[in-house]
């Protein structure tokens, strides 16, 4: 009888102490994942302190001061990696658009079409090559020689991921206050926004004397993502830029956004600005007056869509009897 009361007490014992062991266990987990996310973080400020800090905004030379492009880009021997210790993101491409062009840029994931972008920006800077002598040009002009100010006013860039900020919709729009109403609405009705902001309104039941000081919430929760969308192209539009960057814009909206961006992207709005779109729908950009298709960080195809489009799939399906169901999606998504 004693005997089976200290193996109770003893399988008691046991549990109690493996209970406390388990509960340890998870505590030393939850700290090492703190530790973890942390050091994570200690990463990520340390970047920014070593980022190289941009180049002053003074203008050196007084004639970009007022430098207004016709929207000719030039790439010539561009290369470009983003880390040292990484492979070429660009490898020596080269291509022209004219101004007033529809270029559309294609390519399967990480083929390098972002990084196109990024160098435009200068967000990226380009590798110096000097006997080849690599360069961006606007209008001829190497973009190192123009005031980053001045360059980025002369392009506007819509990404895949909208950015909206917390206020009124008119504090998104005018970031300088330098617009009257009467402009903005203007712009609101054209890209298809008017009807949308007033249904917003009478379905929130709130007192508005002007659509503009509707209140865009955190994350801006009540629009959708083509809603976002709409209001960066009308943000676009009011910055009357010459160039305007597309990143895959339409890849995550509805149809019938999709069309009413394609519409003004066609209409009289954008008829003397150069635009270049990543494309994600090959349909939306059939009708553009070039194609580049990117592969590996270099320019494989460069012309008219027709052409790019035809050639490439003759191409691949010489070489892969298998091209419909693998290589195609990559590179013909509808």
Excluded at 51 to 57: D, L, M, P, V
Aim: charge should be neutral.
């Amino acid at each position: 009888m004693a005997t089976h009361v200290s193996l109770h007490i003893a399988i008691s014992l046991f549990y109690r102490r493996l209970s406390s062991l388990i509960i340890s266990s998870s505590r030393l987990i939850t700290t090492y994942t703190k530790a973890t996310n942390s050091l994570a973080c200690v990463e990520k400020v340390q970047h920014f302190t070593n980022t190289i800090e941009e180049e002053n905004y003074s203008y050196p030379n007084l004639a970009f001061k007022e430098f207004q492009t016709e929207g000719s880009i030039v790439f010539h021997n561009v290369s470009m990696r983003y880390r040292k210790e990484n492979a070429l993101a660009l490898d020596s491409i080269s291509f022209g658009i004219k101004p007033g062009q529809k270029c559309a840029i294609i390519g399967k994931t990480a083929s390098g079409k972002s990084s196109i972008f990024n160098c435009l920006l200068r967000f990226q800077e380009i590798e110096k090559d000097l006997q080849n002598s690599s360069g961006i040009y606007l209008d001829g002009i190497d973009i190192r020689e123009i005031p980053l100010t001045t360059l980025r006013k002369c392009l506007s860039y819509i990404p895949q991921q909208p950015t909206l900020f917390l206020g009124t919709l008119r504090e998104n729009l005018d970031f300088n206050s330098s617009l009257s109403d009467s402009e903005i609405i203007q712009v609101l009705d054209k890209v298809g926004l008017t009807e949308v902001l007033h249904h917003k309104i009478l379905n929130e039941s709130s007192k508005f004397d002007n659509i503009l000081d509707y209140k865009i919430l955190d994350d801006a929760n009540n629009f959708s993502q083509g809603e976002k969308q709409l209001i960066c192209l009308a943000r676009c539009i009011l910055k009357k830029s010459k160039i305007i960057l597309m990143d895959e814009a339409t890849s995550n909206i509805d149809n019938y956004t999709d069309v009413q961006i394609q519409k003004t992207l066609r209409g009289p709005l954008f008829e003397n600005c150069t635009i270049i779109t990543i494309a994600h729908r090959i349909a939306t950009v059939k009708d553009y007056d070039k194609m580049i298709l990117l592969s590996n960080g270099q320019v494989l195809m460069d012309d008219i869509p027709e052409v790019v489009l035809r050639q490439f799939e003759t191409h691949v399906m010489e070489r892969n009897k298998h091209f419909n169901e693998t290589l195609r999606p990559l590179y013909f998504r509808q």
